[in-house]
């Protein structure tokens, strides 16, 4: 890309998504068996900030990489004890809120981007839109599966922590919906009391102090909210 050989580029990108499916799910690492999803979750979230810069092709539709990917994903047997695809999702929606920025937060010297081809295109916001809903029913899936057994709800807690983390960065905060989708999620990690007492107090003054700083009344809500004690 930073040859501007973008053609190739798109070749490499498929050719590593393509792979996914069929990593192995163990390897011997010094003797050891382990297993390679910690690995695969790190490649996959490392590729997610490639592909935050990488032009979509007029031929192939609305951020094609980042669906191909996501079928392969998908397509990936993972445990079924790990939430590693969850937690990959959550990351993607990350990455969609960055890619409907006006202007991205960084590019390949040389190359337009999918800020500069698309401009705030009602069409490819909407397509966005569509991908980060099917997301997050999809994590909300997982966290009612996990909160439905007593061995499973510090995963639950968790899970909703990172997604209520992604929402309180990402998300807009002034839309009801949202800051109620955020107060659930922070009521799901902390109501089995299994998180440190010193995070949760540390994220409640975050957001305490972010909401008078912006003199934002949904987050002041929120804290509000976050104030409360679980035990």
Request: include cysteine.
């Amino acid at each position: 890309m930073m040859n501007q050989c973008l053609s190739q580029a798109d070749a490499f990108f498929r050719a590593a998504i393509a792979l996914i499916p069929s990593v192995p799910r163990f390897i011997d690492i010094d003797g050891k068996i382990r297993s390679t999803e910690p690995l695969l979750v790190d490649y996959v979230c490392n590729f997610l900030s490639t592909l935050v810069v990488v032009p979509d092709s007029p031929e192939l539709g609305t951020l094609y990489l980042l669906r191909g990917l996501l079928n392969a994903v998908q397509e990936y047997p993972w445990d079924g004890n790990s939430d590693s695809r969850a937690v990959i999702y959550v990351k993607v929606i990350a990455l969609l809120s960055t890619v409907v920025q006006e202007s991205l937060p960084y590019h390949v010297v040389g190359v337009d981007s999918n800020d500069a081809l698309y401009g705030g295109d009602p069409q490819f916001l909407g397509d966005v839109d569509r991908i980060a809903a099917t997301l997050l029913r999809e994590v909300g899936t997982r966290l009612r599966e996990l909160g439905a057994s007593s061995d499973t709800v510090r995963r639950q807690s968790m899970l909703a922590l990172d997604l209520f983390s992604c929402i309180l960065a990402h998300g807009d905060m002034h839309n009801e919906r949202v800051w109620k989708l955020a107060a659930s999620l922070w009521t799901m990690s902390v109501q089995h009391g299994d998180l440190e007492p010193k995070l949760v107090a540390s994220m409640a003054q975050y957001v305490t102090s972010r909401a008078t700083r912006l003199g934002n009344s949904t987050l002041a809500q929120l804290a509000k909210q976050m104030q409360v004690r679980f035990v």
